[in-house]
């Protein structure tokens, strides 16, 4: 019997509506509480191997139908953690100590995902897959279904209480209408997988797991986040009609960003491999505004070669032709910790050697990179911008700069990501070419809010005022100046909000390629002017609420179906 009506709420992060039959994802089955004590270690151990050959040989047959790379990169990282010896010997290790077969596992893998979440960051995420390698090998051992996505062979809406990298990675547009999940973040791997793949997705959608049993039909609105259950066909034919005045919205959606009257704000995309560049570049958009570099460097024992970053940065010219392309140097630390460069341990990374700050403690990573880039720019003659990440001061930006332009390279600038950069945006312009406001981090120090926290998710906003007025000191002092100021952080994906920061003056929106569409359509429905005005209310806000709620007031209402 289908489940009673109701309407709940997450939070969207992947704007798009839906309707149709939901697929759980399997849960992960648990320790055997039931279980022996391990006895005969030969004989358990080689019950172990035979289950864990069977986990890895999964992983990999799914790799192998995955139809894009990416999807194929995670699922082989996932199969080679299934396979790692070191676990294998963690495991046996608890079988000679008299533990029970699930029970071992267990404790060994929770051990691994200690040592992996204690070294943080890029690693700490990586639990995710440890747990899910974990998790397949109970299930396994225990003879239940595998934990995870089932074999798909209808359109579905994915239900799961989280999905693992791996797990979102497989997912394909054709064949998922929409992901609900009870738990994850804005900033989750769910979420910025998503977003990619363009599928409608609500995550920490309360109550869902409660709420959606299997059989039933849910519709999905991924903008604002609303998920109902059994739908009447009133709600599934308003969901429709929406999609349908999106589609209209979003129709001849094309050509530069501007405003109705004009105003030009370049649409860019954020791309963080060479995949991501070939896909971004079939897209209408106008260029990269920001290629992380840094992922060409994460995971790796020691920092990819001259040779190896020239090729890289040609390939990402290359697929952009004359579009211009804004890299960003290795921004290492906090969140992404290099094993060969970055301090062990630091009591707050995220406020410690980040960034420039390592650039310019490890000047040889810098100056590789900065070789590359000339080399690249001078094999391509491709439109090369070039800046540094967290940037504070104007001593920081102007050593930069030097170092930058003595390789020859044409146009240099910084990231705006802290307060005290923006606040003396216009002394610092003057020494560099342009900046781009890093809205995630400006959110982040701005607010004192860790933005992988989402429990803080309120205080992160971009519509809190005070990061608001943020973004306009750094505008004010591109207007001083003279100089180019974009925006690459998240928030210029959200149509309503690319209309506020044009409104402070932002000159170029970087976003997820799919995004783009949406903010080109919501520019050309209203005029510079009113950008202005809306910017003014927002700055006026009491709160973050009253900001969003004061923009909405003022914008065309058809701006409502493209969020
Ligand atoms: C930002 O901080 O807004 C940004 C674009 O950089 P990253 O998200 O890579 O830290
Ligand atoms: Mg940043």
Redesign the pocket.
Known sequence: MASEHQILHGIGVCAGTASGPVAFVTEAPGIDENEPKCTDVEADTARLEAARDKVVAQLKARAEKATDEKSRGVLNATSQMAGDKGLFKSIVKHLKAGEGMTHAVSAAGDEYAAKLSKLGGYFAERVTDINDVRNRLVAELRGLPAPGVPDITEPVIIVARDLAPAETATLHPDTVLGIVTQEGGPTSHTAILAAQLGIPCSVKTKGALDAINSGDTVAIDGGVGEVIVSPTSDEVSQLKDRAERRARALAGSSGEGATRDGHKVALLA?IGTVDDALNAAKFDLEGSG?F?S?FLFLGRDEAPSLEEQTETYSKVLRAFGDRHVVV?TL?AGA??PLKFANQEHEENPALGVRGLRLGMRRVDLLDTQLQALANAYKETGGDLWVMA?MVSTVDEAEWFAGKARSYGLPKVGV?V?VPAAAIRSAQILSVVDFC???????S?YTMAAD?LNGELANLLTPWQPAVLHMIKAACDGGAATGKHVGV???AGGDPLMALVLTGLGVQSLSMAPTKVNAVRAALRMHDFGTCQQMAAYALDARTAEDARKAVIALADPMLLDLL
């Open positions: 954020n920001l992380r840094e960003r921004d969140d992404k990440p990231m990501e781009s406001i890093g809205t995630n981090d400006l982040q933005r690459c952080g998240e």
